[in-house]
């Protein structure tokens, strides 16, 4: 059993931005954004209801939370695209993501929140591979710190967000954590 809470909260560490990001980063991280679904669904596949309640640390979310936070996180992160591309600098909506887990639909069966993946993860990956330099430069406002972010790094800051969920799971199946 792993003791460190640090490192059950943030199994692979937190987001470190490179000092370059280089086209084949850029098609590595598409491609990881694109297979995300694929390797979510590998990870839940059978899992019974009660697996689904199993916690990756004390105090943490469900595998079922976890499903469903990502299918709210990244419709949240596309629009945070399509946002920056047809206005100049918005100022982007943040959401209350602990709150949103706890809601009724949060508690539901997770096909529905992986059918969303799917089609999301599908276009936004046709959106990404689309994009020119001019366009991945283009920026938005995060509210809550008045960061300036571009879509090249918000692309590696998703990549990162799909990897440290999927491993969120993957320790939750190995360790057993009920409330």
Not at 105 to 127: M, N, T
């Amino acid at each position: 059993m792993i003791e460190n809470i640090e490192l059950l909260k943030y199994p692979i560490g937190e987001f470190v931005m490179p000092e370059v990001i280089t086209d084949n980063q850029l098609t590595e991280w598409i491609k990881t954004i694109e297979e995300f679904p694929k390797q979510i669904k590998q990870e839940v596949e059978g899992l019974s209801d009660k697996d689904l309640e199993k916690r990756y640390r004390p105090g943490g979310w469900t595998i079922r939370q976890v499903v469903h936070h990502c299918a709210d996180s990244h419709m949240n992160s596309l629009t945070r695209f399509k946002l920056a591309l047809t206005e100049e600098q918005p100022i982007i909506k943040p959401y209350a993501e602990h709150l949103w887990a706890e809601l009724a639909d949060s508690k539901l069966p997770i096909e529905s929140s992986l059918a969303i993946l799917d089609g999301l993860h599908y276009r936004w990956a046709i959106l990404l591979k689309s994009l020119s330099n001019t366009e991945l430069d283009r920026t938005f406002i995060h509210p809550a710190n008045h960061e300036i972010v571009s879509l090249r790094v918000n692309i590696g800051i998703y990549v990162w967000h799909c990897n440290h969920h999927l491993n969120h799971i993957i320790n939750a199946k190995q360790y057993n954590y009920y409330e």
